[in-house]
């Protein structure tokens, strides 16, 4: 009983944060503008990281935790250097 | 899981709401993005799922692996304090930038610089 509770509401979470997903993917596909397209990469970034900690909790092993971590942070480089890119047109000045 | 896991029902019942609330909400952020009229309404439908949905699943990952190895796991705290730290600078700057960018353009939809 436990076990299938369990197993109904990780493939529910699973199946909302893909259509998720979904949606921040359409937004950086056809984003009127460039910021649109930002926002929804990092939207993508935080739903690929929640994703990770789902899959952790169905298969019970803590290796995804890290692979989350790194999602997460890489994001908010990736994120940060996207703003400034367009702020000032270059990354590195 | 199979079915005849060690876990009570109570771990069971309250990591898979857990679990749900973070993953709706994170959903429903998606929405929002998808759905709303301009930039600077979508940007606040994804910290839905930015703040409270990855918090939901995270309670949820420390409760569920608390139970299963019988010892406190807290490891997943690392993710909530990097989560609350970059999110609003990397959003911040964002903003700036599409500010910077709309005032530039003349758009009428942003306040002129001061």
Known sequence: MSGAVLHWSIVLAQLLLAFGMACAAYRVLRGPRAQ???????????????????????????????????????????????????MRGEVIE | MTDDSPLGL??????????LLGAGLAA???????RLGSFYERLHATTLGTTLGMGSVLIASMFFFSVLQTRPV???????????????????LLVRAALYRDRREGSREVPPAP
């Open chain 2, 74 to 92: 807290i490891h997943e705290l690392v993710i909530t304090v990097v989560m609350m730290v970059t999110t609003p600078i990397s959003l911040m």
């Open chain 1, 36 to 86: 649109d397209r930002v926002l929804g990469l990092d939207t993508l970034y935080v739903t690929t990281a929640i994703l990770l900690l789902t899959y952790g909790i169905r298969t019970g092993t803590t290796l995804y935790f890290e692979a989350a971590l790194v999602i997460a942070l890489l994001g908010f480089v990736g994120t940060a250097a996207m703003a400034k890119f367009l």
């Open chain 2, 28 to 34: 429903t952020g998606a929405l929002g993005l998808l």
């Open chain 2, 10 to 19: 109570v771990t069971a019942v309250v990591t898979g709401s857990l679990l």
